[in-house]
């Protein structure tokens, strides 16, 4: 494939993208059809599908993409002096960071975003999962330079550590989209509590 063609692909995706978007903000995913995103995007049926085989591989993209200008924006760390604490706020600035994602759009839609993961075939899944991989690569030098540090209890493995901390706070996100009446801010504060919790069985105690 040419350099222009490549570039006409992508406008393409992008405009069709952008109908999408439009639409189902607007009108909700399941009354968006993929033939009114086609005439948004001023694109024939067929060519939008060429490009996206369903409505539920089209949404998918549309998170992947939303999800991808969020990683541009992950919290660096904090510069002050390096502290059991700031190490915490630190961790807990991530995950909130990351639990955007779960606000993008109503819940009713992040719902039917979820439920499609399990169908995706594994090559589709590469972009949703690399906000996961950006993090984890976030978490674990925090915590590994609190093992240095002694911060941490001797017997704790700093990988398993970090997909503790990192699941769990995936476990509240769904907890979210599930419960119509849970708040952004109330996810946020669930998620530090259970990260300061965590870090009660996994900070190294005084003999």
């Known amino acids: 494939m040419t350099t222009v063609m490549k570039k006409k692909r992508a406008r393409t995706k992008e405009m069709i993208l952008n109908a999408a978007l439009e639409l189902i903000s607007v009108n909700g995913f399941e009354e968006t059809s993929m033939e009114s995103i ?3 995007a001023e694109v024939a049926t067929g060519t939008l599908y060429n490009y996206y085989g369903s409505k539920s591989v089209l949404l998918i993209a549309l998170y992947a993409r939303m999800t991808d200008q969020l990683r541009e924006g992950l919290p660096k760390r904090s510069t002050g002096p390096f502290t059991c604490e700031s190490a915490i706020n630190d961790l807990i600035a991530a995950i909130h960071y990351v639990s955007q994602t779960v606000a993008i759009f109503p819940k009713p839609i992040t719902r039917q975003i979820y439920a499609f993961m399990f169908v995706l075939d594994p090559a589709d899944m590469a972009d949703l999962t690399a906000m996961d991989r950006e993090v984890m690569s976030l978490i674990m030098p925090i915590l590994e330079d609190m093992k240095r540090a002694d911060f941490l209890a001797k017997e704790v493995d700093v990988q398993s550590a970090a997909m503790l901390i990192y699941g769990s706070s ?10 119509p009446e849970m708040t952004h801010p109330q996810l946020l504060e669930a998620i530090e509590k259970q990260i300061r919790m965590q870090f009660g069985g996994l900070l190294l105690r005084p003999e």
């Open 38 to 40: 086609a005439a948004r």
């Open 170 to 179: 995936l476990m509240q996100h769904q907890a979210f989209i599930i419960m």
